[in-house]
């Protein structure tokens, strides 16, 4: 009889609970597949460039859609090729995401508020 509790993984079988259950014992929050989408908090921690799959989980886009929609031109927010990858910025996306990043620089303040009072 065939163990179907059992997943076969690099050489060695392992039970269910040892593949789908996290290394500390704890059930998983996390959908599996694409991953879950990004909080705003992790969104403002960005570095100030990343790949497209990150840029995509800000969106809960998958990575096969977020190359697709890249591809044709249609991603939420300006993305760059630089060789064979696809790079975003993180002000472009918290620009697209309508979220105002609240590290802009002390001189880009200034002038917005100078652009107020005149």
Same mark, same amino acid.
């Given at each position: 009889?065939? *163990?179907?509790?059992?997943?076969?993984?690099?050489?060695?079988?392992?039970?269910? @609970? @040892?593949?789908? *259950?996290?290394?500390?014992? @704890?059930?998983? *929050? +996390?959908?599996?597949?694409?991953?879950?989408?990004?909080?705003?908090? @992790?969104?403002?921690?960005?570095?100030?460039?990343? *790949?497209?799959?990150?840029?995509?989980?800000?969106?809960?886009?998958?990575?096969?859609?977020?190359?697709?929609?890249?591809?044709?031109?249609?991603?939420?927010?300006?993305?760059?090729?630089?060789?064979?990858?696809?790079?975003?910025?993180?002000?472009?996306?918290?620009?697209?995401?309508?979220? +105002?990043?609240?590290?802009?620089?002390?001189?880009?303040?200034?002038?917005?508020?100078?652009?107020?009072?005149?």
């Amino acid at each position: 009889m065939k *163990d179907h509790g059992a997943i076969k993984a690099k050489g060695r079988t392992l039970a269910r @609970e @040892e593949v789908f *259950d996290s290394p500390t014992g @704890e059930d998983r *929050d +996390e959908p599996r597949g694409k991953g879950r989408p990004l909080t705003r908090d @992790e969104v403002l921690a960005l570095p100030v460039a990343f *790949d497209l799959v990150t840029a995509g989980r800000a969106w809960d886009l998958g990575r096969t859609k977020s190359h697709e929609l890249a591809r044709a031109g249609e991603f939420p927010c300006p993305v760059l090729r630089i060789g064979s990858q696809y790079r975003v910025t993180r002000a472009d996306l918290l620009r697209s995401l309508g979220i +105002e990043d609240p590290g802009q620089p002390f001189s880009a303040a200034l002038d917005e508020t100078s652009r107020r009072s005149a």
